[in-house]
């Protein structure tokens, strides 16, 4: 199972801009062939949320409430997810998480009905008005 730690939440005003990461460990070299890499929010008293995903063959997939806004993409090199939010609104406001996911693709259905076996512990993004 992959070791996923999030980093890069924090208090933003509305408008504001954040740039999450997620260091991927314990992927091999064929896992990095074959992979799905996703984030997720949950707010207090919500459920959790599918926000967007890349795999390894580049495709990604945005839930319709953040694609204009929030950019998914994957440093191999460094190991590295990250997650570029812009514009953000007050409800915006929860705890962020990277999930993985190997030997398979990303398919759209897996931001409501996710797939992932390894997931982080979360960084907080907290946006006020």
């Known amino acids: 199972q992959a070791h996923l730690e999030e980093s890069g939440g924090g208090s933003v005003q509305a408008g504001g801009s954040l740039k999450l990461s997620c260091a991927v460990g314990?992927?091999?070299?064929?896992?990095?062939?074959?992979?799905?890499l996703g984030w997720f929010r949950q707010a207090p008293g919500k459920e959790r949320e599918g926000l967007a995903e890349?795999?390894?063959?580049?495709?990604?997939f945005y839930a319709r409430a953040v694609k204009d806004r929030f950019t998914v993409s994957v440093d191999k090199s460094k190991n590295i997810a990250s997650l570029e939010l812009k514009s953000l609104k007050p409800d915006d406001t929860a705890m962020y998480y990277c999930?993985?996911?190997?030997?398979?693709?990303?398919?759209?259905?897996?931001?409501?009905?996710?797939?992932?076996?390894?997931w982080g512990q979360g960084t907080q993004v907290t946006v006020s008005s």
């Open positions: 999930a993985a996911a190997t030997e398979t693709m990303c398919y759209s259905w897996y931001l409501e009905n996710p797939k992932f076996s390894s």
């Open positions: 314990g992927f091999s070299d064929s896992d990095w062939n074959w992979y799905c």
């Open positions: 890349i795999d390894s063959g580049g495709a990604r």
